[in-house]
């Protein structure tokens, strides 16, 4: 997958996300102190918070963007390229070869999420002061402490995108065009969003699989609120054992005919 | 390895596929040798390829069975495909990685493949079907011969006791298709059992010892080579300017003559039945027919090919 252009294109778009809000911020700060959001405007005074701002803005649409892609052509990218087939008579085993292809997807969430905040803590770094930083609830915490968040709050994406890269997985095993299950799994992280924001659905509002995505803000609070890392990870825990359950039926007799 | 009961690569036993309301492959029952190099014809839509990915357990059958190696697929598709190679409907691989890699990545996903000994194999293979130079480029470089050959290498990757073939020599130039010949010859002195499916007929007559030919999904005719050839009735032609004696010469050895003409002759040709083809020429002489031409001819295994599956060019289904 890392031997690809695409994927490290994909990565490179998301690195992009961190490094232009900081730019930007940079460049209009130096006119106009203090305008802005709240949230963007405390970049200007600490390096180490352009991270989280980039994830907020990166989760509702660019990285399921790029798992969308990554995960709708696991199987249908085969199938395209005429190599699942061989990958079958190998013989690498349905099973496997599902499984195999799912932890390159998780693989991939872990790299995008890392991207934003590693890229986001750098491009801080270099561009704004840094120091002990204020977090959400008005508590201080040291560098080495916001570092360590920083890296639970990619886990907590990266647990967040699980749940969509096994639907994707799934959709995937529909179809032979690669687009298309690319496509059809961006529209679902889309769509999943939308349902979120209808007051009339709040019943179903738990089980949407973006429910929690944002909600990594809680872990930028002192003390640390488990709550949503836990529901999270269960309700992705969920996504993931249906849409596998799914995927798994869809492909172990599947007629390979591409 | 144990070898299959009854020395049979392949057998089916009313094998059949419908997709919706249409029958692909109708109770079909193949027997392949062990050892053999068995072609394996028919039209384009006729059902091979259909049968092909049910034997590599790519696709499931509606009813009937299948034994590959002696054991049933697709059920033990895992214990039985590392033993089988294959090239099905075209190559495919990933264009974004070089030709090397890509072996490397197919041998990678066979458990049973041993890693130490993949660099090596993957050369080997690359040598033998003469891309060893070539194997460092990234695929989207290759012409199609090229990647029709890297899926030859992808088959002969592992040591196999079956090799199955779906239309090699497509987009090969004429030396790449008498190396496939020559790499079908050697496999077989290893002891690979070779399945061919190919609608050139003049390549299976060359290699090939066994043959079965589909048609509309059904297998109308299997045996060896000589055995589907005995199956036409040799025809006596005889080119003479004398037609009607010649024909009354075929009326007393029992033939019925059919006579063409041409510009300054007759061509007199009859089926040969039981008549002793040596007795035909001393008849004709003592009844002073003048002979211009005389010949014996078995059916061709491409006569065979049309007068089974029909003569017209549209595709049945």
Redesign the interface.
């Known amino acids: 997958m890392f ?3 695409r994927t490290l294109a994909m990565l490179g778009a998301v690195a992009l996300i961190p490094i232009l809000i900081a730019i930007a911020v940079r460049v209009s700060s130096s006119r106009a102190t203090g305008r802005g959001p709240a949230f963007l405007d405390q970049i200007s005074q600490n390096g180490l918070f352009v991270s989280f701002v980039a994830m907020v803005v990166a989760i509702p649409l660019f990285l399921p963007l790029t798992v969308g892609v990554v995960a709708g052509d696991t199987i249908a990218g085969e199938a395209g ?13 349905r099973v ?2 599902l499984v195999v292809k799912y932890l390159g997807s998780a693989v991939f969430c872990v790299a995008a999420s890392l991207t934003v905040i590693v890229f986001g803590t750098l491009i801080g770094v270099i561009l704004f002061p840094t120091g002990p930083v204020t977090l959400l609830s008005g508590d201080t915490v040291s560098v080495g402490e916001s570092l360590l968040r920083s890296l639970l709050v990619a886990s907590y994406v990266t647990i967040s995108l699980l749940g969509l890269s096994m639907i994707g997985l799934f959709i995937s095993t529909l179809t032979d065009v690669p687009v298309g299950s690319m496509a059809a799994t961006v529209v679902m992280a889309v769509a999943s969003q939308v349902l979120d924001q209808l007051p009339q659905l709040d019943w179903l509002h738990p089980f949407l699989f973006s429910h929690y995505w944002l909600s990594f803000a809680d872990l930028l609070r002192q003390p640390i609120s488990w709550d949503s890392y836990g529901s999270n990870a269960i309700l992705q825990g969920a996504y993931m054992v249906i849409f596998g359950a799914l995927a798994y039926g869809r492909f172990s ?1 599947k ?3 591409s | 390895m144990t070898r299959d009961a009854g020395g049979m690569a392949i057998e089916t036993a009313g094998l059949t596929k419908r997709f919706g309301s249409q029958v692909a492959v109708n109770s079909v029952d193949l027997s392949v040798p062990s050892g053999s190099v068995f072609g394996f014809l028919g039209p384009n839509g006729s059902g091979k390829t259909t049968t092909i990915r049910m034997l590599l357990g790519l696709v499931t059958a509606t009813s009937g069975r299948a034994t590959v190696l002696g054991h049933d697929m697709p059920g033990n598709a895992l214990a039985v495909l590392p033993e089988v190679g294959a090239l099905v409907e075209g190559p495919g691989f990933y264009p974004f990685l070089s030709g090397a890699a890509n072996l490397h990545r197919l041998d990678g996903a066979d458990r049973l493949a041993p890693s130490a000994t993949r660099s090596a194999r993957v050369e080997t293979a690359l040598e033998r079907v003469g891309l060893g130079g070539v194997g460092n480029k990234k695929v989207k470089a290759y012409s199609l011969g090229m990647k029709q050959r890297l899926g030859l290498a992808n088959a002969l990757l592992s040591p196999r006791r079956l090799i199955v073939l779906d239309e090699p020599t497509n987009g090969l130039d004429p030396q790449g298709t008498r190396e496939v010949r020559s790499l079908v010859r050697s496999l077989t002195e290893e002891g690979t059992t070779v399945f061919v499916s190919s609608h050139l007929l003049a390549e299976i007559e060359q290699i090939c010892t066994h043959a079965a030919i589909m048609s509309v999904g059904n297998l109308v005719a299997q045996g060896t080579i000589e055995d589907l050839r005995s199956v036409g009735a040799p025809t006596v032609t005889v080119s003479t300017p004398d037609a009607a004696e010649t024909a009354s010469v075929f009326a007393t050895l029992g033939l019925a003559a059919e006579i063409t003409h041409t510009d300054d002759a007759a061509v007199v040709t009859a089926q040969l039945g039981t008549v002793d083809p040596d007795a035909i020429v001393p008849a004709l002489i003592a009844a002073n027919v003048r002979i211009r031409g005389f010949s014996v001819l078995r059916p061709s295994l491409e006569d065979l090919f049309v007068q089974l599956t029909g003569e017209g060019f549209d595709i049945v289904q």
């Open positions: 031997r690809r252009r390229g005429g190599t699942l087939r061989y990958l079958l008579v190998a013989p690498a085993g496997r070869l007799a007629d390979i005919l």
